[in-house]
């Protein structure tokens, strides 16, 4: 499985992005999807996920501010991110814990 990030930029706070995490392979439809980010300096946190029935989880920061979605036909996971804030600058990166894949991060930088 090969996993290709994608969406990230630059923008104002307040402001929004979707990320996308284009995937390889048949199994896609049947994994759940992470989204992971690391800010300079700091360790690499869980921002949401989704399952392959479509459950989701959101870490507390971004809760009501993110969201997760899924396109098995495509085998692309998005993540819409609205209202960001400074805070959400980092690289971010999906991830198939099964199996341990990972994509090679999009930077998303949010200015004030």
């Known amino acids: 499985v090969q996993l290709q990030a994608s969406g990230g930029g630059l923008v104002q706070a307040g402001g929004s992005l979707r990320l996308s995490c284009a995937a390889s392979g048949s199994t896609f439809r049947a994994n759940t999807v992470h989204w992971y980010r690391q800010a300079p300096g700091k360790q690499r946190e869980l921002v949401a996920s989704i399952s392959s029935s479509g459950s989701t989880y959101y870490s507390y920061s971004v809760k009501g501010r993110f969201t997760i979605s899924r396109d098995n036909a495509k085998n692309t996971v998005y993540l819409q991110m609205n209202s960001l804030k400074p805070e959400d600058t980092a690289v971010y990166y999906c991830?198939?814990?099964?199996?341990?894949?990972w994509g090679q991060g999009t930077l998303v930088t949010v200015s004030s």
């Open positions: 991830n198939i814990p099964q199996g341990n894949y």
